[in-house]
C-alpha cells in the first residue's frame, strides 16, 4: 500500500523566500509528524498534530515556521524568511492514533542558499 | 527532559560479525524506547521498540534489543551482520512514555566490511 508521501524529494530557494513542504500521510492516519534533521543529526521534533489540530507545536523554532492540517489528512510546513540554518531534511510521519508506530516519508531536502 | 546519547558515531564491523550499537537514556517517566534504521536518502525505518514487559525486544531483520533499567541502556545487538545492515541506526526515547512526541538520538553509522 502507499506510505507516507512527501513533495517535493528536493528544494533549492534563496534566502529570505517563502517555501511550502507537502505531506501526504497514509490514509486513515489522525496523527501526523513533522521533524527536521540537520547534516549529522538526528531528527529534532518540530510539531505533532492530532486530527486538524496541532496537539504539540513545542518544537517549531520560531514565528517564521507554520504548518497547517485542515482537513485532517495533508499537511503543509510552511516557513517564511527563509534563513541558511534552515537548510535540512524536513521528514513527515504519520501513524494510526498516538499510540501507534510512526511510518515516516522520504523526506524533503530543503537547501537555503 | 528526555534524551538519550549514542555511544560512536561510526561503528564498523566485519561481515559475519556481532553487531553492537550502544545508547543511554535518561527519562524522568517510564521510557518508551525506539530503534530506528535509515538507508541512504531513505525515511526512517521502525527497527524495534519497547514499551513494557519483556526486558528483550526482537526486531526485524535479526536485531534485538535489551532494555536495562539499572544500567539506563537500551544497546542494540545482532549476531551476525551482513551488508546489507551498511545504514544509519537511530536510538530514540519518548517524550511522554507514549508514541508520539520521539527524542532522538544523533545517530550511529554502521559499516560493514567484507
Known amino acids: 500500500g502507499a506510505g507516507v508521501s512527501q513533495t517535493p524529494s528536493n528544494k533549492v530557494t534563496e534566502k529570505g523566500k517563502y517555501v511550502e513542504l507537502r505531506c501526504d500521510p497514509i490514509?486513515?492516519?489522525?496523527?501526523l509528524y513533522w521533524y527536521r534533521q540537520s547534516l549529522g543529526q538526528g531528527p529534532e521534533f518540530l510539531i505533532y498534530?492530532?486530527?486538524?489540530?496541532?496537539?504539540?507545536d513545542s518544537g517549531l523554532p520560531n514565528d517564521r515556521f507554520f504548518a497547517v492540517r485542515p482537513e485532517g489528512s495533508v499537511s503543509t510546513l510552511k516557513i517564511q524568511r527563509t534563513e541558511r540554518g534552515d537548510s535540512a531534511v524536513y521528514l513527515c510521519a504519520s501513524s494510526l492514533n498516538s499510540k501507534g508506530p510512526q511510518h515516516f516519508g522520504d523526506g524533503t531536502r530543503l537547501s537555503i542558499l | 527532559a528526555q534524551s538519550v546519547t549514542q555511544l560512536g558515531s561510526h561503528v564498523s564491523v566485519s561481515e559475519g560479525a556481532l553487531v553492537l550499537l550502544r545508547c543511554n537514556y535518561s527519562?524522568?517517566?517510564?521510557?518508551?524506547l525506539f530503534w530506528y534504521v535509515q538507508y541512504p536518502n531513505q525515511g526512517l525505518q521502525l527497527l524495534l521498540k519497547y514499551t513494557t514487559g519483556a526486558t528483550l525486544v526482537k526486531g526485524i531483520n535479526g536485531f534485538e534489543a535489551e532494555f536495562k533499567k539499572s544500567e539506563t541502556s537500551f544497546h542494540l545487538t545482532k549476531p551476525s551482520a551482513h551488508m546489507s545492515d551498511a545504514a544509519e541506526y537511530f536510538c530514540a526515547v519518548s517524550d511522554r512514555g507514549r508514541d508520539d512526541k520521539i527524542i532522538f538520538g544523533k545517530g550511529t553509522r554502521l559499516h560493514i566490511l567484507p
Open positions: 527519562s524522568s517517566v517510564p521510557p518508551y
Open positions: 498534530f492530532q486530527g486538524t489540530g496541532a496537539a504539540d
Open positions: 490514509s486513515g492516519h489522525t496523527a
